[in-house]
């Protein structure tokens, strides 16, 4: 296939996948809490992918394994916690609309760490969109009046993390076949802190393998072999062949499936909150526009 046709179906078929995997945390955390969430979803992708692992273990590329650890813990170890713990205040639906923020960390990040240079209006679109969600922040209360800052700032922190991630992967990453280096950041350097994790949360000790825990695991093994394993092989791939900025793209679709499946769960957002996803989006599109 050609790499222009590729890029776009890869990017359509993140969208549905990521777009997907804010309801199913919030299906999951009915079942676990947010630290079981996230080691339940590192493991499962490691062991699914073990194999690969594995099968590629001899050419491993230990010159650039500090780049693969950053990889690992920026891209995936990091954010697969920080997602949960906010989503047990907020949304799904609002986690979905502050993840589609990744594109302007990336602008923020790119020169920071690469030195790659951003124009004057990519800048005024990342404005435009953090005035956007700093109107989302400031709409999203508790029942209680109280304003949900900390969860937004969750998320954002692991939007720069994912910025962190996606950019590294295109400066020093880009040699390792995507499903390759998939294995190796989930079965090679996060499956020992997944299981450490996963044994500190609790979950051997309050084991009970009743209803519950295999509805639980039912939404979470959908979370590891589609929102994780799979997506990451299929955005290791992106990355190789587009632009960073294409590549975080994704994220301006993912809020549409986010929000979708939020209504069908019952959730809403009230006007200002949709006025500051809005915003999001516009200065999104803004910066991607030519001048």
């Not at 760490?113 to 951003?118: H, N, Q, Y």
């Not at 044994?199 to 825990?213: I, K, L, P, Q």
């Not at 019952?266 to 006025?275: I, K």
Request: aromatic share 10%; net charge positive; proline share 4%.
């Amino acid at each position: 296939m050609q790499a222009h046709k590729e890029k776009w179906l890869l990017l359509m078929i993140l969208t549905l996948i990521w777009g997907s995997s804010f309801i199913l945390i919030k299906k999951s955390l009915e079942h676990f809490n947010p630290f079981e969430v996230g080691a339940l979803r590192i493991l499962i992708s490691s062991v699914l992918l073990m194999p690969i692992a594995i099968k590629h273990l001899k050419t491993f590329p230990v010159k650039k394994l500090k780049w693969v650890i950053v990889v690992a813990l920026c891209g995936n170890f990091f954010p697969m916690f920080l997602f949960p713990l906010a989503e047990t205040r907020i949304s799904s639906s609002i986690a979905g609309i502050i993840n589609s923020m990744l594109p302007i960390f990336v602008i923020i990040i790119g020169p920071l760490l690469w030195g790659i240079t951003s124009t004057k209006r990519q800048m005024i679109g990342v404005g435009i969109s953090f005035l956007g969600a700093c109107i989302l922040m400031l709409a999203s209360k508790t029942e209680g009046g109280k304003i949900e800052i900390v969860p937004i700032l969750l998320l954002l922190l692991a939007t720069v993390f994912y910025a962190i991630n996606v950019t590294t992967v295109k400066m020093k990453l880009t040699t390792i076949p995507s499903k390759v280096l998939s294995g190796y950041v989930f079965s090679v350097v996060l499956f020992f802190p997944s299981l450490l994790t996963l044994v500190f949360s609790g979950f051997f000790r309050d084991f009970n393998a009743d209803a519950n825990f295999w509805t639980g695991l039912g939404f979470v093994s959908l979370l590891s072999v589609f929102g994780t394993g799979l997506a990451m092989m299929l955005n290791y791939r992106l990355v190789n062949i587009s632009s960073p900025l294409f590549s975080s793209s994704v994220t301006l679709l993912m809020p549409i499936v986010a929000v979708g499946w939020g209504i069908i769960d019952g959730e809403s957002l009230n006007a200002v909150q949709v006025a500051g996803a809005v915003l999001i989006v516009s200065g999104l599109i803004f910066l991607r526009a030519k001048a």
